[in-house]
Nanobody, 122 residues
């Protein structure tokens, strides 16, 4: 099983960035997926999740309205579109997957990626 994040980088406040998570080794379309982030010196926090059907999404209050989670099941890929980025969005972003959406939302996913750094700074 592999989850490989990409698309991170350094941007300025107000910019946009799209993260991708390429999945392999499991039946991606049957798994709910999510994004978490961890800033330096802070605990990992939930960002967004999407049910295996793709029809239901969840967001933390801090990103709701700015970030959009989506998935492309034929491509086995999860995305996170991030708009209006703020300095407080700076963190390592991780994708995760589990058969149960509640597990994803609670940070108890079965599978985790290695993370990609996002830095928002002027």
């Amino acid at each position: 099983v592999r989850l490989v994040e990409s698309g991170g980088g350094s941007v300025q406040p107000g910019d946009s960035l799209t993260l991708a998570c390429a999945a392999s080794g499991f039946t991606f379309r049957a798994y709910s997926m999510g994004w978490f982030r961890q800033a330096a010196g802070k605990e990992r926090e939930f960002v967004a999740a999407i049910a295996w059907t793709g029809g239901t999404t969840y967001y933390s209050n801090s990103v709701n309205g700015r970030f959009t989670i989506s998935r492309d099941n034929p491509k086995n890929t999860l995305y996170l579109q991030m708009n209006s980025l703020k300095s407080e969005d700076t963190a390592v972003y991780y994708c995760s997957g589990d058969r149960y959406t509640v597990a994803v939302r609670e940070g108890r996913s079965e599978y985790w990626g290695q993370g990609t750094q996002v830095t928002v700074s002027s």
